[in-house]
């Protein structure tokens, strides 16, 4: 086991500075000119070369990559451009959102997911499995962001039940509380979660189906297990890798999703910071904020690895 967490640490390592690669090539090459936005369409050509300079805009890029690379790791993620202040600090404010909106969108899903494909697959053939097989096609289908107005027009233009938009914070101070807060949160997770949800779904029903024609099940049927005990305490845990695999996955939908679902609800959270960094070519503020969530992928993939093992003692290591 030492070996396969030494293995995969390289392995997270080595992807993490692929990524980082990647991203900065990517944004590098893009074209425009962030000293031109910042100084506007009509700023003289060596005004615009001066702020580029203070920019650092005008280095050679192995050099802006090994000066960001170095920031990474001492936690040192430079300015930003629009914003006139730290990186760092815009990200973990930003993150005290969105980590548990994706977190609350994930908790739905799994419980939704785990319950549906249970009930389907316990109901295999019948109206039960019929129904919901087809509620979660439906959802596959429904864009988020779509899904994320109708909740709007439902819950709060018609019943009123909760805000169109916007977060009162965490904190009494800044005029919100918890339970306002998650309450703020709901309605985003719930637009988050139910295209995650059909997914998982349906892929719980397979697992669980696979599992059930084991024979191991069925001895212990015979030997008097009903199925409800034989599904809860049998099938379950061994239909849960394909399941947790897929859960890992989702979780880098979730976090993409929140910078569509976070727009639509007015959150300011990373992904509203992300996508209003793009439209004032704030190149440093985004470089960082694509980079975080590949590493968070990166990382939850990580930890979904580790997981087999504990969830399947018959997982060996080196086949992880």
Partial sequence: MGFFLLKRFFTLVATLLGASVVVFVVLDILPGNAAQVLMGPDASPDAVAELATQLGLDRPAVQRYGQWMRGLVVGDLGDSYTYGSPVLELVLER?????????MAMVLSAVLALAAGLFAAARHNRWGD????????????????????????????????????????????????????????????????????????RITRSAVLDVLREDFVRTARAKGLSRRAALWGHVLRNAMIPVVTVMGLQFANLLAGTIVVENVFYLPGLGRLIFQSIANRDLVVVRNCVMLLAAMVVVVNFFVDLLYAVIDPRVKASDV
């Fill in 95 to 103: 993150l005290a959102l969105t980590v548990p909106l994706a977190l």
């Fill in 130 to 201: 019929l129904g919901v097989m087809g509620l979660a096609q439906l959802g596959i289908a429904i864009p988020n962001f779509w899904f994320a107005i109708l909740l709007i027009l439902l819950f709060s233009v018609k019943l009123q039940w909760f805000s169109a938009g916007g977060f009162p914070g965490w904190t009494e101070d800044s005029g919100g509380g918890p339970l306002q807060a998650l309450k703020a949160l709901l309605l985003p997770a719930l637009a988050l979660a139910v295209v995650q949800a059909a997914i998982l779904a």
